[in-house]
C-alpha cells in the first residue's frame, strides 16, 4: 500500500508548514536533486509533541507515516495519546507489532488520565498477553486507574504481580500503591505499605497525608504532617501545607492551624491559590469567621474557588444572608458562579426561606447552562422544598435530565419534610426501579418517611435490609429514625429497648427522639429518665430542659417544673424565645408572643378577634394544654398570642387573596395552633404552610399535610 508522502504542500497544511512553524526542516521542503537524511527519533518525538497540541488527527496521521518509513515507532505513544486522538491512536498501534514497554506504559498512562481506569487496565493485560514484561514505570501508570476503578481487588492483584516483579522495593511504585489503597479507602492497607517502606520521597508522604484526609482520619493526618516537618531531607511543599489546612479546619485544630499559616508565610507559598484557598477554609470551619475574611480580603487575586470557600464558611457558620450578600458581590466583581457557587447559594437561601431570591438565582442558572448538575439540582429542588413550595420542588425534580442519587434524595427529602411520606416511599421505589442505588441520606429520608406516617412494619423492612441490600451500615441517623417511628406509634417501651441494644452508643439524637415522644405520649416518669440522659449527653441544649419542665407543668407538678427552670439558670442557659415570620414583597416581618411592636397591631388584633369567633362557631375547643406558662383564665387568652397566629393574621391582611400563607417558625409548633391553621385554611381558602424547626404542615381545605399524625 502506498503510504502519503507528509512532504507534499497543499493550503490546508499551510499552518504546519508556514515559515514561522516549529516543525523541523525535512517537512518543510523538499529538493529535487538532494535525498533528505531520516529523521531522528528525537526529531520525532518533539514533532509529535508540537503535533498533539493541534489536536489535528491529519497532522498526526502523516507524521506517523514517516515514522512508519523510517522504522521508528517507539515514540508514537507518548505524543498522541491525548484524549482527542486516543481512538485514532488504538487503530494505529492495533497492527503495530513492535510495541514495547514503553509504548504500552505511554497507552496505560494517557488512558488513565483520561478517566478510563478499565480500559487501562485492559491495556495493560493485553501488554501481558503479548510478552511484554512491565516495568516500574508501567506500574505507576497502572496504579492509578486501579484505584479509578474503586474495586480493591484490581489494585490487590497487580500488587501481587509488583512483588513478583520485585519493584515493591522501588519508591514511585511503593508510593502509588500507598495512594491506591487509599484511594479504595483501605487505609490498613495503605499504613502497612507505607511503613514497610525503605525509602520515602515527598509524594510518598503527601500520599499518606491525602489518603488519610480523604477517608476522614484527621487527627491522624495532622500527626504525619507533623513527621513531614521532623524530616530535614524532605521540604514540604503546597499539597502537603494544603492537605494539613485541610486536616486542622476538620478537627477543629486551629491553633496548630495558626501555626501552619505561619509555616506557609514563611515559606513563601502563599502566592499558591490551592495553599490560600485551603487556609480561608480551615479559619471558617474552626468558626474563626473574622480571620477567614481577614484572609479573603488580603488574598490578592480571588477566584471562583476563593469565593465559594468564603460562601461556605458563612453558611456553615449560619449566616445564610452574608452568604446571599457575597454571592451578589461576587457577580459585581466580573467572577462567573459555577456550579459549587450556585449549590452552596441555593442553600443559604433556602436556610432563610428566601423564595423570591432563590427563585431570582434559578433564573441565572437556566441561562449559565447549569440546571443539570446534580449538586444544582439538589440544591433547587431542597431550596424550592424548604421555603414551603413543594410544586416548584416537584417541577424542578421533573426537568432534570440524567437523575444522580442526589436529585432522588432531594425529592424524597422534600416529600417527607411536607408530610408527603407515602409519595415519599413510592418515590423511592421508582428510584430502585430506575436503577439508581440510594446513599446514606436517601435512607434517612425513607426512614423518617415511614416514621411520620406511621409505617412501623415497612420501617423495619427497610432498616433491616440496608446493610445485605444497599450495601450500608446503619448510622446514628437511620437509629434516631427508628427511635422516632416506634416512638410516634406510642410504643415507647419498645423503643427505648431499641436503643439499649444498639450496636453503637447511642448518641443525643436517637435519646432526644425518645424524650419528644415521652412528651406526645405522656410518658413523665421515663421522660424524666432520659432528659437525665440529655443532660449529661448535651448539657448546653436548653431544649431537653424546657420539654421536661413542660411536661411536669401538663401534669400539675409546677414545683419540678420551676425546679428544673431553676436548673436551667444556674447552668446558665436560657430559652429560645419563640417567633415567626413571614415575607410579605421581598420584605421579612418577624413576630414574638404577645408582640405589639408591628405598624399594623391594632389590625392585627382585630383580624385575630375575626378568626377566634369564625373558628369557635365551628366547635373549636382550645386545647390549654399548649399553654404552658399560663395559669387559670389566663392559659385560653395566651393560645390566641402565639407568634404564628399573629403571623398568620399579617399576612391575611396583606397578602392578595388566595395567595398562598408560607410562615416560619424557629420552634416546634403547639398543638393547639395547629388546629387553628387548619380551621383557617378552609375558613379563607387559602393554602397555609408552616415550616416549624422540625417539619412543614401545609393546610388545605381544613386538611394538614401530616393527617395529624406528627
Same mark, same amino acid.
Given at each position: 500500500?502506498? %503510504?502519503?508522502?507528509?512532504?507534499?504542500?497543499?493550503?490546508?497544511?499551510?499552518a504546519?508548514?508556514?515559515?514561522?512553524?516549529?516543525?523541523?526542516?525535512?517537512?518543510?521542503?523538499?529538493?529535487?536533486?538532494?535525498?533528505?537524511?531520516?529523521?531522528?527519533?528525537?526529531?520525532l518525538?518533539?514533532?509529535?509533541?508540537?503535533?498533539?497540541?493541534?489536536k489535528?488527527?491529519?497532522?498526526?496521521?502523516?507524521?506517523?507515516?514517516?515514522?512508519?518509513?523510517?522504522?521508528?515507532?517507539?515514540?508514537l505513544?507518548?505524543?498522541t495519546?491525548?484524549?482527542?486522538?486516543?481512538?485514532?491512536?488504538?487503530?494505529?498501534?492495533?497492527?503495530?507489532g513492535?510495541?514495547?514497554?514503553?509504548?504500552?506504559?505511554?497507552?496505560?498512562?494517557q488512558q488513565?488520565?483520561?478517566?478510563?481506569?478499565? =480500559?487501562?487496565?485492559t491495556?495493560?493485560?493485553?501488554?501481558?498477553?503479548?510478552?511484554?514484561?512491565?516495568n516500574?514505570?508501567?506500574f505507576?501508570?497502572v496504579?492509578?486507574?486501579?484505584?479509578g476503578?474503586?474495586v480493591?481487588?484490581?489494585?490487590?492483584?497487580?500488587?501481587?504481580?509488583?512483588?513478583?516483579?520485585?519493584?515493591?522495593?522501588?519508591?514511585?511504585?511503593?508510593?502509588?500503591?500507598?495512594?491506591?489503597y487509599?484511594?479504595?479507602?483501605?487505609? @490498613?492497607a495503605?499504613?502497612?505499605?507505607f511503613?514497610?517502606?525503605?525509602d520515602?520521597?515527598?509524594?510518598?508522604?503527601?500520599?499518606?497525608?491525602?489518603?488519610?484526609?480523604?477517608?476522614?482520619?484527621?487527627?491522624r493526618?495532622?500527626?504525619? *504532617?507533623r513527621?513531614?516537618?521532623?524530616?530535614?531531607?524532605?521540604a514540604?511543599d503546597?499539597v502537603?501545607?494544603?492537605?494539613?489546612?485541610?486536616?486542622?479546619?476538620?478537627?477543629?485544630?486551629?491553633?496548630?492551624g495558626?501555626q501552619?499559616h505561619?509555616?506557609v508565610?514563611?515559606?513563601?507559598?502563599?502566592s499558591?491559590?490551592?495553599?490560600?484557598?485551603?487556609?480561608?477554609?480551615m479559619?471558617?470551619?474552626?468558626?474563626?469567621? @473574622?480571620?477567614a475574611?481577614?484572609?479573603f480580603?488580603?488574598?490578592?487575586?480571588?477566584?471562583?474557588?476563593?469565593?465559594?470557600?468564603?460562601?461556605?464558611?458563612? %453558611?456553615?457558620?449560619?449566616?445564610?444572608e452574608?452568604?446571599?450578600?457575597?454571592?451578589?458581590?461576587m457577580?459585581s466583581?466580573?467572577?462567573?458562579?459555577?456550579?459549587?457557587?450556585?449549590?452552596?447559594?441555593?442553600h443559604?437561601?433556602?436556610?432563610?426561606?428566601?423564595?423570591?431570591?432563590g427563585?431570582?438565582?434559578?433564573?441565572?442558572?437556566? /441561562?449559565?447552562?447549569?440546571?443539570?448538575?446534580?449538586?444544582?439540582?439538589?440544591?433547587?429542588i431542597?431550596?424550592?422544598?424548604?421555603?414551603?413550595?413543594l410544586?416548584?420542588?416537584t417541577?424542578?425534580?421533573?426537568?432534570?435530565?440524567?437523575?444522580?442519587?442526589?436529585?432522588?434524595?432531594?425529592?424524597?427529602?422534600?416529600?417527607?419534610?411536607h408530610?408527603?411520606a407515602d409519595?415519599?416511599?413510592?418515590?423511592?421505589?421508582?428510584?430502585?426501579?430506575?436503577?439508581? /442505588?440510594?446513599?446514606?441520606?436517601?435512607?434517612?429520608s425513607?426512614?423518617?418517611?415511614?416514621s411520620?406516617?406511621?409505617?412501623?412494619?415497612?420501617?423495619?423492612l427497610?432498616?433491616n435490609s440496608?446493610?445485605?441490600?444497599?450495601?450500608i451500615?446503619p448510622g446514628?441517623?437511620?437509629?434516631a429514625?427508628?427511635?422516632?417511628?416506634?416512638?410516634?406509634?406510642?410504643?415507647?417501651?419498645?423503643?427505648?429497648?431499641?436503643?439499649?441494644?444498639?450496636p453503637?452508643?447511642?448518641?443525643?439524637?436517637?435519646?432526644?427522639?425518645?424524650l419528644?415522644a415521652?412528651s406526645?405520649?405522656?410518658n413523665?416518669?421515663?421522660?424524666?429518665?432520659?432528659?437525665?440522659?440529655?443532660?449529661?449527653?448535651?448539657p448546653?441544649?436548653?431544649?431537653?430542659?424546657v420539654?421536661?419542665?413542660?411536661m411536669?407543668?401538663? =401534669?400539675?407538678?409546677?414545683k419540678?417544673?420551676?425546679?428544673?427552670?431553676?436548673?436551667?439558670s444556674?447552668?446558665?442557659?436560657? /430559652?429560645?424565645?419563640?417567633c415567626s415570620?413571614?415575607d410579605i414583597?421581598?420584605?421579612? *416581618?418577624?413576630f414574638?408572643?404577645?408582640?405589639?411592636?408591628?405598624?399594623?397591631?391594632?389590625?392585627?388584633?382585630?383580624m385575630l378577634?375575626?378568626?377566634e369567633?369564625?373558628?369557635?362557631?365551628?366547635?373549636? %375547643?382550645?386545647q390549654?394544654?399548649?399553654?404552658?406558662?399560663?395559669?387559670?383564665?389566663?392559659?385560653?387568652?395566651?393560645l390566641?398570642?402565639?407568634?404564628?397566629?399573629?403571623?398568620?393574621?399579617?399576612?391575611?391582611?396583606?397578602?392578595?387573596?388566595?395567595?398562598?400563607?408560607r410562615?416560619?417558625?424557629?420552634?416546634?409548633?403547639c398543638?393547639?395552633?395547629?388546629?387553628v391553621?387548619?380551621?383557617?385554611? @378552609?375558613?379563607?381558602?387559602?393554602?397555609?404552610?408552616?415550616?416549624?424547626?422540625?417539619?412543614?404542615?401545609?393546610?388545605?381545605?381544613?386538611?394538614?399535610?401530616?393527617?395529624?399524625?406528627?
Amino acid at each position: 500500500m502506498r %503510504v502519503p508522502s507528509p512532504l507534499i504542500h497543499s493550503k490546508s497544511h499551510t499552518a504546519i508548514h508556514s515559515s514561522s512553524s516549529v516543525f523541523p526542516k525535512f517537512l518543510h521542503t523538499t529538493h529535487p536533486k538532494k535525498t533528505p537524511s531520516p529523521p531522528a527519533p528525537t526529531q520525532l518525538n518533539d514533532l509529535l509533541n508540537t503535533a498533539s497540541h493541534t489536536k489535528n488527527i491529519r497532522h498526526v496521521t502523516q507524521i506517523h507515516a514517516q515514522i512508519i518509513t523510517s522504522n521508528c515507532t517507539s515514540p508514537l505513544p507518548s505524543s498522541t495519546s491525548s484524549s482527542a486522538c486516543m481512538p485514532s491512536v488504538a487503530k494505529l498501534t492495533k497492527a503495530d507489532g513492535s510495541k514495547n514497554v514503553v509504548t504500552w506504559t505511554s497507552l496505560i498512562t494517557q488512558q488513565s488520565h483520561a478517566s478510563k481506569p478499565f =480500559e487501562a487496565l485492559t491495556l495493560f493485560n493485553q501488554m501481558r498477553g503479548t510478552g511484554v514484561y512491565p516495568n516500574h514505570f508501567t506500574f505507576s501508570a497502572v496504579l492509578p486507574a486501579c484505584a479509578g476503578t474503586m474495586v480493591p481487588s484490581h489494585g490487590e492483584q497487580i500488587h501481587c504481580l509488583v512483588i513478583k516483579h520485585g519493584f515493591e522495593c522501588d519508591i514511585f511504585v511503593g508510593s502509588a500503591l500507598v495512594d491506591m489503597y487509599a484511594k479504595c479507602s483501605h487505609m @490498613d492497607a495503605a499504613e502497612k505499605m507505607f511503613d514497610e517502606m525503605p525509602d520515602r520521597n515527598l509524594v510518598t508522604w503527601n500520599s499518606m497525608v491525602v489518603g488519610l484526609l480523604q477517608n476522614k482520619f484527621f487527627d491522624r493526618a495532622v500527626l504525619v *504532617f507533623r513527621e513531614v516537618l521532623k524530616r530535614d531531607s524532605i521540604a514540604p511543599d503546597e499539597v502537603s501545607f494544603s492537605s494539613a489546612l485541610s486536616a486542622c479546619g476538620n478537627n477543629g485544630s486551629s491553633e496548630f492551624g495558626r501555626q501552619v499559616h505561619g509555616l506557609v508565610v514563611k515559606r513563601n507559598l502563599m502566592s499558591s491559590s490551592y495553599v490560600k484557598n485551603s487556609l480561608l477554609d480551615m479559619y471558617c470551619k474552626c468558626g474563626s469567621l @473574622d480571620d477567614a475574611l481577614r484572609q479573603f480580603q488580603t488574598s490578592g487575586v480571588q477566584d471562583v474557588v476563593t469565593w465559594n470557600v468564603m460562601m461556605m464558611g458563612f %453558611v456553615n457558620n449560619d449566616e445564610f444572608e452574608e452568604a446571599c450578600h457575597y454571592f451578589t458581590f461576587m457577580r459585581s466583581k466580573g467572577v462567573i458562579p459555577d456550579e459549587v457557587s450556585f449549590s452552596t447559594v441555593l442553600h443559604a437561601t433556602a436556610s432563610i426561606s428566601a423564595l423570591s431570591q432563590g427563585t431570582s438565582i434559578h433564573d441565572q442558572i437556566l /441561562k449559565s447552562g447549569s440546571v443539570n448538575s446534580s449538586c444544582v439540582g439538589g440544591a433547587l429542588i431542597m431550596m424550592y422544598a424548604k421555603c414551603g413550595s413543594l410544586a416548584d420542588a416537584t417541577r424542578a425534580f421533573e426537568e432534570i435530565e440524567g437523575r444522580t442519587v442526589v436529585c432522588w434524595s432531594a425529592m424524597i427529602t422534600a416529600f417527607q419534610q411536607h408530610g408527603c411520606a407515602d409519595q415519599a416511599i413510592d418515590l423511592f421505589k421508582d428510584m430502585l426501579g430506575q436503577g439508581t /442505588k440510594p446513599d446514606y441520606v436517601t435512607l434517612v429520608s425513607l426512614l423518617a418517611a415511614c416514621s411520620h406516617a406511621g409505617r412501623v412494619d415497612e420501617g423495619y423492612l427497610y432498616f433491616n435490609s440496608m446493610s445485605k441490600s444497599f450495601g450500608i451500615n446503619p448510622g446514628h441517623e437511620h437509629y434516631a429514625c427508628m427511635v422516632d417511628l416506634l416512638g410516634r406509634a406510642g410504643r415507647l417501651d419498645e423503643a427505648k429497648k431499641f436503643i439499649e441494644l444498639m450496636p453503637i452508643k447511642a448518641d443525643a439524637t436517637a435519646w432526644g427522639a425518645l424524650l419528644g415522644a415521652c412528651s406526645n405520649h405522656g410518658n413523665l416518669e421515663m421522660g424524666r429518665e432520659v432528659a437525665d440522659r440529655l443532660f449529661e449527653l448535651q448539657p448546653d441544649n436548653p431544649g431537653n430542659y424546657v420539654l421536661l419542665s413542660n411536661m411536669y407543668s401538663r =401534669e400539675g407538678r409546677l414545683k419540678e417544673a420551676d425546679e428544673v427552670r431553676r436548673l436551667m439558670s444556674v447552668n446558665g442557659l436560657k /430559652k429560645e424565645p419563640g417567633c415567626s415570620w413571614v415575607d410579605i414583597k421581598n420584605r421579612t *416581618f418577624v413576630f414574638t408572643v404577645h408582640d405589639r411592636s408591628h405598624a399594623m397591631t391594632r389590625e392585627i388584633y382585630e383580624m385575630l378577634g375575626q378568626l377566634e369567633e369564625l373558628v369557635r362557631k365551628r366547635g373549636h %375547643v382550645p386545647q390549654v394544654q399548649f399553654s404552658v406558662n399560663s395559669i387559670g383564665e389566663y392559659k385560653e387568652r395566651n393560645l390566641w398570642y402565639h407568634s404564628e397566629r399573629l403571623a398568620l393574621a399579617f399576612a391575611l391582611l396583606t397578602l392578595p387573596n388566595g395567595a398562598p400563607v408560607r410562615i416560619k417558625k424557629n420552634l416546634r409548633t403547639c398543638g393547639d395552633c395547629h388546629t387553628v391553621m387548619k380551621f383557617a385554611s @378552609d375558613i379563607y381558602k387559602r393554602e397555609i404552610v408552616v415550616r416549624d424547626v422540625n417539619r412543614f404542615h401545609r393546610f388545605t381545605d381544613g386538611q394538614c399535610s401530616c393527617g395529624d399524625y406528627w
